[in-house]
C-alpha cells in the first residue's frame, strides 16, 4: 500500500509539472527567456523546406535577429552552408557556424557554456533527437536551460485541420511529441521539464488571420493544452524517482 501511495504521489507531481501554464506568442517568450543571457541557436536560417533564396529573404524577420539585440552574446549554427556564407556576408556582426545539431561539440568545444540553448522548431527534424540533447547537456552551463519547441501533435489547430482533410505535415518532419513524450524524451537525456507553454509560431500578418487568431487565441488561453506550438523550458538534473518509476509490479519490456 505504501508503494501504491508513493507511485500515486509521484503521478500527481508528474502531472502538475506538465501542467500548461498558458498561450503566447513563441518568439516573444523565447526573447524573454533570452534576455541579458549568453545564448546559442540552433537552426538559425530556419524555412527548412524553402529554397535557399527565400530562405535568405526570411531570414531579417528571424527569431535569431531579434535575439541577437536581447542576449548578451550569441552564436547560431545551422547546417546549410550556401545559406550560412550568404547570411556571413550580410551580416558580419553575426557570429555563425556550419554544424549538424547531433555533433555540433566537435565545431563549438572552444566556445564558453552557454546560458540558455534554444533548438526552436528543429528535434522533429532530427534522426536522432537524443543525440543532440546530449550535445546540448556538453555545451550547457551548470544552470543553464534549454528551450525546446516544436508543432504539438494534440493541438487543436492542427485537429481541426485534419477534420478539415487540410492537414500537412512538413515535409522534413520525422517526428511528433505531445507535452508528454517530449518532457519523456528530455527526462531520457538527463533534462527536468520546469514550464510547459503553447502559442502561436509568429503573429499573424494579414487582417484577415488577425481577426481569426482574436478570435481562436481566446479560447486557447482557456485551454491552452490545445495550443499548436509546444514550448518546454528544461534544465539539467534528474527527476525524482517516483515520478521515474512505474506503479508497484509493473516491469519494462
Wanted: glycine share 8%.
Amino acid at each position: 500500500m505504501r508503494a501504491l501511495a508513493s507511485y500515486e504521489q509521484g503521478a500527481v507531481r508528474a502531472a502538475a509539472a506538465r501542467r500548461v501554464r498558458g498561450y503566447v506568442v513563441r518568439p516573444d517568450l523565447i526573447v524573454h527567456l533570452c534576455e541579458g543571457k549568453r545564448v546559442l541557436d540552433l537552426g538559425v536560417v530556419g524555412e527548412t523546406c524553402a529554397a535557399p533564396a527565400a530562405r535568405i529573404d526570411a531570414f531579417p524577420s528571424s527569431l535569431h535577429l531579434r535575439l541577437c539585440e536581447a542576449a548578451s552574446s550569441l552564436v547560431g549554427i545551422d547546417r546549410a552552408a550556401r545559406e550560412l556564407q550568404s547570411l556571413r556576408l550580410k551580416h558580419p556582426e553575426l557570429e555563425l557556424y556550419e554544424a549538424d545539431i547531433e555533433s555540433m561539440a566537435d565545431v563549438l568545444h572552444r566556445e564558453r557554456p552557454f546560458d540558455v540553448i534554444v533548438a526552436g522548431d528543429v528535434l522533429e527534424h532530427l534522426s536522432n533527437p537524443g543525440r543532440a540533447l546530449e550535445q546540448m547537456k556538453l555545451l550547457l552551463a551548470d544552470s543553464g536551460t534549454v528551450v525546446v519547441t516544436c508543432p504539438n501533435s494534440l493541438g487543436g489547430p492542427n485537429y481541426l485541420r485534419f477534420l478539415l482533410g487540410r492537414f500537412r505535415e512538413g515535409d522534413d518532419h520525422v517526428q511528433s511529441y505531445n507535452k508528454h513524450t517530449l518532457a519523456n524524451l528530455l527526462r531520457r537525456h538527463g533534462f527536468v521539464a520546469s514550464q510547459i507553454w503553447t502559442g502561436i509560431d509568429r503573429r499573424p500578418a494579414t487582417a484577415l488571420r488577425r481577426l481569426v487568431y482574436g478570435v481562436a487565441s481566446t479560447v486557447l488561453r482557456l485551454f491552452p493544452d490545445l495550443g499548436g506550438t509546444l514550448i518546454v523550458v528544461a534544465e539539467p538534473g534528474a527527476p525524482r524517482a517516483a515520478q521515474a518509476s512505474g506503479p508497484p509490479g509493473a516491469g519494462f519490456a
